[in-house]
């Protein structure tokens, strides 16, 4: 197990003073950072514990705009009926993720900065457009959700700066949305594959401005632009899914790794994005029924 020197912060000022001062790196769970720590492979020597900073551990609504402060858990996701409405597919990935215990310690901000082009909340936060507070000592700055992920387990934050809160608008209704996972296993399973998914339509329902993301099929999560393409000004059929569904074979570059191969994650992100799609058209149906 690798050494730390560690110090725990009350509020945020406190949090980036710390920071600044110790060259440090945030823990927040601790469910990412115990792991690599056990490995010898964490990046830093000096921890800052931000788990007792309560600004940073909110779900809000401000006008049209939804704010998700980044020391959130799995389990505040699961639990909130303003998410539920308006995010469902983070809902999802939220109930996918871990054991009982990982979802009551891991967090939002942990699962974008751990930057794992596996990790669950990322593509459902690519479909709403989410974009990312960073705030260090002296400065803040908000960037699309794409433009945090540089790389594998590579995030664009600068030494000393934080994820302080993910923002996205209030999805237009009716909006279908999803998200699947296929793992190795029923639980407990890191993602082969991920997708989400949102299908918002328009007055004379078609769909206007639809959303695919995946995730373990490129070095960070990404968007299919092809398949969003097909679906654009369409009507709500098999047909046009299925096409969308195959058209992800343009905007992913799968590697083969201990999980699954190459060819094997290019046929899955076909078949996930067709059932994820098919979830959401049948999503928007029945709210029509309702
Ligand atoms: C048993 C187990 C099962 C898991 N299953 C899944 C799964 O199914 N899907 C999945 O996606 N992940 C899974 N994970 C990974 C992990 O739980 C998530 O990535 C989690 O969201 C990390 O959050 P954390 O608060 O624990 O982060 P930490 O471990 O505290 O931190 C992770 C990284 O993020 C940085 N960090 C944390 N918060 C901030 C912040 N606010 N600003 C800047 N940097 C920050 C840390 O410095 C560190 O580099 C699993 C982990 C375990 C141990």
Do not use: W
């Not at 709403?128 to 945090?148: I, Y």
């Not at 993910?166 to 999803?178: D, H, I, K, N, W």
């Amino acid at each position: 197990m690798q050494e730390f020197d560690f110090y725990a912060a009350n509020t945020l000022d406190e949090l980036l003073r710390l920071l600044a001062q110790s060259g440090g790196r945030v823990i927040a769970g601790g469910t990412d950072v115990l792991v690599q720590a056990q490995r010898g492979v964490f990046p830093a020597s000096v921890l800052v514990d931000a788990s007792r900073v309560r600004e940073l551990r909110f779900i809000g609504q401000d006008g049209e705009t939804i704010r998700i402060g980044a020391l959130t858990t799995y389990a505040d996701i699961l639990a909130s009926p303003l998410l539920r409405e308006t995010a469902p597919a983070l809902v999802m990935a939220a109930a996918t993720v871990g054991a009982p215990q990982t979802r009551a310690r891991g967090t939002l901000g942990g699962n974008i900065a751990n930057a794992s082009p596996a990790g669950d909340t990322l593509p459902p936060l690519l479909t709403l457009d989410a974009t990312v507070r960073l705030v260090k000592r002296g400065g803040e700055r908000v960037l699309p959700l794409a433009e945090v992920l540089c790389g594998p387990r590579q995030t664009c934050l600068e030494p000393g700066e934080i994820i302080h809160s993910v923002a996205f608008r209030r999805p237009s209704q009716p909006t279908g949305a999803a998200f699947l996972k296929l793992g190795n296993r029923q639980g407990m399973a890191i993602a082969v594959v991920n997708v989400a998914v949102s299908l918002p339509l328009d007055d004379d329902g078609r769909i206007a401005g639809a959303r695919v993301a995946l995730g373990a099929v490129a070095p960070t999560p990404v968007r299919s632009p092809r398949a969003e393409a097909v679906l654009y000004g369409q009507s709500l059929n098999d047909d046009v899914l299925e096409r969308a569904a195959q058209a992800v074979l343009y905007d992913i570059a799968p590697i083969t790794d201990v999980r699954g191969s190459a060819d094997y994650r290019r046929k899955a992100a076909v078949r996930l994005t067709a059932r994820a799609l098919r979830l959401a058209a049948q999503q928007i149906r029945e709210g029509a029924q309702a």
